[in-house]
């Protein structure tokens, strides 16, 4: 299970998760099972199946990002399509009978956070507050106390969040990882 957050300020996307990752009752820490990547200038982190993580992570080519587009006009133009062409390419398939299957994502695209589902729809929020993954209500709820204004308040309450949904669920734990990316501000 996971904790995700996402913190959306003016000018930079701060994103937090945890690390335990749980399957058939067990739980498995490495290094080397990320939960937040990094690649051709996105920032993205997946909660839910490991199998779409990892298409994203180490199948999927990501779209060369446009600065000067519209952020929501890019997303759903071009990464979006271009993310489900890949989950389909790499036998992604969402059993309707499993219902705990499927994902939810956040992604940073020129500093700017957008929440991502399996069904690729994505929503934005104007607080600028994200929560996802079994304990992800629990952090998002402990990062909107902190209400972080700056890029330091935000990092520490992205921090705190993940260590408060790790004391409150017990399939969230491990290392924390955090990712800042800035804007360009050309849009």
Known sequence: MTAIVGIQLDDCAVIAADSLITYNGRKYEADSMLKIFEKAGYVYAFA???QAA???AYCWTP???SYTKDPVAFLVGTVLPSLRKAMIANGYVIEASDKESGWDALF???GKVFEV???FSWSQDDKGYYGIGAGGANALGAVAALEPKDLESAQEAAIKAIEISSDYNDS???KIQLTIQRSRNVH
């Open 54 to 56: 990892d298409i994203a």
């Open 172 to 174: 969230v734990g491990g």
């Open 63 to 65: 779209p060369k990002i």
């Open 48 to 50: 839910g199946d490991s």
């Open 117 to 119: 589902d399996h069904y």
């Open 108 to 110: 940073a695209i020129n």
